[in-house]
């Protein structure tokens, strides 16, 4: 096994072409398998994909935009995070789905066929017990409910997280990266085979409180709710909150979330902003007929901790982990002053990731968790 199994580089870098020589620097050596990567829509993206592809041109080379990243400082904005993975502690491919609107069962199967074929080629481990797939996506495509269900459908068990990318909470434009270009209304999935111990979860500290909310009137494929409760969604809301309507934002979205309950779980179904026709727009799959839960939050880094520190007991130290978290829990924390608490605790916890505009689990399409995946160390360096 490697000394550095994980290869970590953070570029601060704005000039496209400096980031890129930095991260090629910080990654490059002869045992490279691939690099995720990370980072901030402010960049001139394609001016960053020329210079990725000039710098770390025939890598393995897969990431998506994000609403703030999680680097080697903790929280950060504007920036790239990129991690390296070498081949003598882990197998990984990529492919990247082009048109999320006609993804069919067909394409997922040959995709995870691909991906299977090359971690099974490779050697490392066996694939069953030894797998996890993970997929970043357009977050505003409107698709992942679709996509991640079928993909899941195709990966016979094989555990999975993800994310949806985001662009710094402008929602204009988010975009994954693959095959030397950044792309919307497209997706990728990276298959990762590896002997390392790892455990793929997902967590929140949200906990229901005892409003109830009923979708009266909806359109499902566009995610807006027009009626709560047979009132006006805006106004419904406001008054369940205690806010105006014009106070109505992402801090009090963050604050006051909903959640729709099922088979005795709660899945949260975050706002994404309210329309001029007193409509809400939200970020996950919502329907006539689905009670909505008033939630209320528990310390969301005493739950982090927690989540992580159990795991921890069961692999041993971590290596890294890898994680989406969603940007309104960031917001959170931003409007508790409490960014170098957190930044402490992801250092500690060799957190790397990014804030997301969703997250995926188990093909499910989530908002307000922390979902990824824990990378425990070599046994023989515990």
């Known amino acids: 096994m490697p000394d550095e199994p994980l290869r970590v580089a953070h570029s601060f870098a704005k000039e496209p072409e400096l980031a890129a020589q930095y991260l090629a620097s910080r990654l490059l050596h002869p045992d490279l398998e691939g690099v995720l990567f990370f980072c901030s829509a402010e960049h001139d993206l394609p001016a960053l994909a020329t210079a990725l592809e000039a710098h770390l041109g025939g890598v ?5 935009t994000t609403a703030g990243e999680l680097g080697s400082d903790g929280y950060s904005r504007g920036s790239i995070v990129a991690v390296g993975f070498d081949r003598r502690a882990f197998a990984l491919d990529y492919r990247l789905i082009r048109d999320l609107d006609r993804f069919t069962l067909l394409d997922a199967q040959r995709i995870t066929d691909r991906l299977m074929e090359h971690c099974t080629r490779s050697g490392l481990a066996p694939l069953k017990g030894h797998t996890f797939a993970m997929t970043l996506l357009d977050g505003l495509s409107t ?5 991640l269900l079928t993909l899941t459908s ?10 949806s990318a985001g662009d710094d909470n402008r929602l204009t434009g988010t975009h994954v990266y693959g095959e030397g270009a950044f792309h ?4 990728v999935v990276l298959m990762v085979n590896t002997a390392l111990d790892f455990e793929v979860f997902s967590t929140h500290h949200l906990r229901p409180s005892g409003e109830k909310l009923v979708v009266t009137a909806a359109d499902q494929e ?8 047979a009132e006006p969604a805006a106004l419904e809301y406001a008054r369940l909150v205690g806010c105006t309507l014009e106070e109505l934002n992402p801090e009090v979205f963050a604050r006051h979330p909903l959640a729709v309950r099922l088979h005795d779980k709660t899945y949260v179904r975050a706002i994404q902003s309210v329309n001029p026709d007193l409509s809400l727009s939200f970020y996950c799959a919502v329907e006539t007929g689905i009670v909505l839960t008033a939630m209320q939050a528990s310390d969301l880094l005493t739950d982090l901790d927690r989540e992580i520190a159990a795991i921890e007991e069961r692999l041993g130290p971590a290596e890294c982990i890898l994680g989406c978290d969603c940007f309104l829990r960031r917001l959170e924390l931003e409007q508790e002053g409490r960014q170098q608490a957190a930044g402490e605790l992801y250092r500690q916890r060799r957190i790397l ?7 995926h689990y188990s093909g499910l399409h989530l908002n307000q968790t922390f979902s990824g995946v824990y990378i425990g160390r070599s046994r023989g360096d515990h």
């Open 143 to 147: 698709c992942e409910e679709q996509v």
């Open 222 to 229: 566009q995610r807006r709710v027009m009626e709560l409760n």
């Open 60 to 64: 393995k080379l897969c990431g998506c």
């Open 184 to 187: 919307d209304r497209a997706a």
């Open 353 to 359: 990731g990014f804030n997301t505009y969703g997250e």
């Open 154 to 163: 195709v990966l016979a068990g094989i555990p999975h997280f993800g994310g």
